[in-house]
C-alpha cells in the first residue's frame, strides 16, 4: 500500500475516534479509543525508517512527532471529561501527509505548519528537524538550545524569554516575531530576512547576522558583544541603550535610519558603513572606529566619542550638540554642511581635516592638532581653540567671532578675505600667516610673533 494511501485509511479511522469523543464517550470507551490512536501512533512512528521511494524520512518524521504531540497533548474538558478539538489536529496531520508527499514529488519543499506550543516543544525534545517549518502565531518560552530552524517561516510568533544559544536560523523569515528577553547567543540569522522581529533585552553575544535583511527590527536594551553583521542591510532598526561593546558593523552592507540613542557602542567598529539618517544621541562610542564610512545626516547629541577613531570618513549635515570628547583622531576626514554646538573636543588630532562651511559655536577646541585643516568659509562663534596647532589652516572666506587663538600655532594660515571680530590672538604665532581679513574688528593681538598692528586695515580701507 502506498504511503498516501496509508495515510488516507488512517485518517479516516481517526476521524471516526473523533466524532465519538466529540459525542461523549464513557470512561471505558474512552479507553479503547486513545488504545486505537496509540496503535496509530505506532504505526506514524515506524514509518521513520519508511523507504525513500515512498516518501522523504525526514517529513515523515515531521508527522510522526505531530501525531504522538498531539496524542501527549490531548486537552480534557473539565465539565465534561472528553477530550477537546485537539484530535481534529491529529487526524488532519495524517491528511497533511499525502500533501507532502506531493510536494516532495513536485521539488517544491514542504512545510508543516506548526500551530500549537505543545506540538513545538515535542518536536523540539524529540530533535525533530523543523527546518523549513511554519510557525504560525504561537506563545511560549522555547527551551531548544541548538535548535534547526535553518529556512522556517515564523510570524507573530510570541517567544518571549526563550533559550535559544546555538540555535541556526539561516534563511529563516521572520515577520512580527517577539523573542525579548531571551537568550540567543552564538545564534546564527545568516540571510535570513527580519522584519519588525523584537530582540528588546536579548542577549545576542557572539551571534551573527551575515547577509541579513533587518527591517523594523528592535535590538533595545539587548547586549549585542562581539556580535557580526557582515554584508547586513539594517533598515530602521533601533539599538537604544543596547549594549553592543565590541559590535562590528564593519562589512554591514547598509544602515539607514537606525536609532543607537543611548547604546554602549565603546569598541564597535563601523568600516565601510553606510549610515543615514541614524541617531547616536547620547551614544558612548568610546574608542569605537570608523573607517570608510560615510555618514549622512547622523544626530550625536550628547554623545561621548574619547578616543574615537574617523579613518577617511565622510560627514554629511551633521548635528553634533553637547558632544564631548578626548582624545579624537580624523584621518583623512571630510566634514561638511554640519553644526558643532556647544561640543568639548580637548585634543582632537585632526591634521588635514576637511570642514569647509562647517558651523561651530560654543565649542572647545583647545589644544588640538589641526595643521592643514581646511574651514575655508566656516562660521565660528564663541570657540576656544587656546594652545592648538593650526599652522598652515585654511579660513579663507571665513567668519570668525569671539574666538580664542591665545597661544596658539598659526604659522602659514590663510586668513584670506575672512571676518574677525572679538577675537583673541595673544601670545599666539602667526609667522607668515596671510592675513588680508575682509573685516578685522576689535580683536587683541597682544604679543603676538610677529606683532600685528591693533586694527588692520580693511581691503575698502585701503582703497
Not at 113 to 134: D, F, K, N, Q
Not at 205 to 222: H, V
Not at 362 to 382: N, V
Not at 390 to 414: N, T, Y
Request: neutral net charge; glycine residues 8%; charged residues 25%.
Amino acid at each position: 500500500m502506498s504511503f498516501a494511501s496509508t495515510c488516507r485509511g488512517h485518517a479516516s479511522a481517526m476521524s471516526t475516534l473523533l466524532m465519538r469523543a466529540q459525542r461523549g464517550l464513557d470512561p471505558h470507551s474512552m479507553t479503547r479509543a486513545m488504545e486505537s490512536l496509540s496503535v496509530v501512533s505506532v504505526r506514524l512512528e515506524r514509518w521513520r525508517a519508511a523507504p525513500e521511494g515512498d516518501g522523504a524520512r525526514a517529513h515523515l518524521a515531521v508527522v510522526a512527532a505531530r501525531a504522538l504531540a498531539a496524542l501527549l497533548e490531548l486537552p480534557v474538558d473539565e465539565s465534561t471529561g472528553a477530550p477537546r478539538s485537539s484530535l481534529v489536529e491529529l487526524a488532519r496531520v495524517a491528511l497533511e501527509a499525502e500533501e507532502l508527499l506531493v510536494a516532495r514529488r513536485a521539488g517544491v519543499p514542504p512545510v508543516a505548519t506548526i500551530r500549537t506550543p505543545e506540538a513545538l516543544t515535542t518536536y523540539v525534545e524529540r530533535g525533530v528537524p523543523l527546518s523549513g517549518a511554519r510557525i504560525e502565531s504561537l506563545s511560549i518560552a522555547l527551551q531548544a538550545p541548538d535548535a534547526d530552524l535553518r529556512g522556517a517561516l515564523i510570524e507573530g510568533a510570541k517567544l518571549h524569554a526563550s533559550v535559544l544559544t546555538d540555535a541556526a536560523m539561516d534563511g529563516a523569515n521572520l515577520t512580527g516575531v517577539d523573542l525579548s528577553h531571551s537568550k540567543l547567543v552564538r545564534a546564527s540569522f545568516a540571510r535570513s530576512k527580519l522584519e519588525r522581529v523584537s530582540f528588546e533585552g536579548t542577549n545576542l553575544d557572539d551571534a551573527r547576522f551575515d547577509a541579513a535583511e533587518l527591517t523594523g527590527c528592535s535590538f533595545d536594551g539587548a547586549s549585542l558583544a562581539r556580535a557580526r553583521f557582515d554584508g547586513a542591510a539594517l533598515t530602521d532598526c533601533t539599538f537604544r541603550g543596547a549594549s553592543v561593546a565590541s559590535l562590528d558593523l564593519s562589512r554591514a552592507r547598509r544602515v539607514e535610519g537606525g536609532d543607537f540613542s543611548r547604546a554602549k557602542l565603546s569598541g564597535a567598529r563601523f568600516v565601510r558603513a553606510r549610515l543615514r539618517a541614524v541617531s547616536l544621541r547620547e551614544a558612548d562610542l568610546t574608542a569605537a572606529r570608523f573607517e570608510k564610512c560615510l555618514l549622512v545626516e547622523a544626530v550625536l547629541d550628547g554623545a561621548v566619542l574619547d578616543h574615537c577613531v574617523f579613518e577617511g570618513t565622510v560627514i554629511e549635515r551633521a548635528q553634533l550638540k553637547g558632544v564631548t570628547g578626548e582624545g579624537i583622531r580624523m584621518r583623512h576626514t571630510a566634514i561638511s554642511g554640519s553644526t558643532l554646538i556647544h561640543c568639548r573636543f580637548v585634543g582632537l588630532d585632526a591634521a588635514g581635516l576637511v570642514a569647509k562651511g562647517v558651523r561651530i559655536d560654543r565649542t572647545d577646541l583647545s589644544r588640538s592638532l589641526l595643521q592643514r585643516a581646511d574651514f575655508s568659509a566656516a562660521k565660528w562663534s564663541t570657540v576656544v581653540a587656546s594652545h592648538a596647532t593650526l599652522e598652515k589652516a585654511r579660513f579663507a572666506g571665513a567668519e570668525l567671532e569671539r574666538v580664542s587663538f591665545a597661544d596658539g600655532s598659526l604659522g602659514r594660515a590663510d586668513f584670506t578675505d575672512a571676518m574677525v571680530t572679538h577675537c583673541l590672538f595673544a601670545r599666539a604665532s602667526l609667522k607668515e600667516a596671510r592675513m588680508g581679513l575682509r573685516e578685522d574688528r576689535d580683536n587683541d593681538y597682544g604679543d603676538c610673533d610677529p606683532p600685528v598692528p591693533a586694527r588692520s586695515l580693511s581691503p575698502l580701507e585701503q582703497r
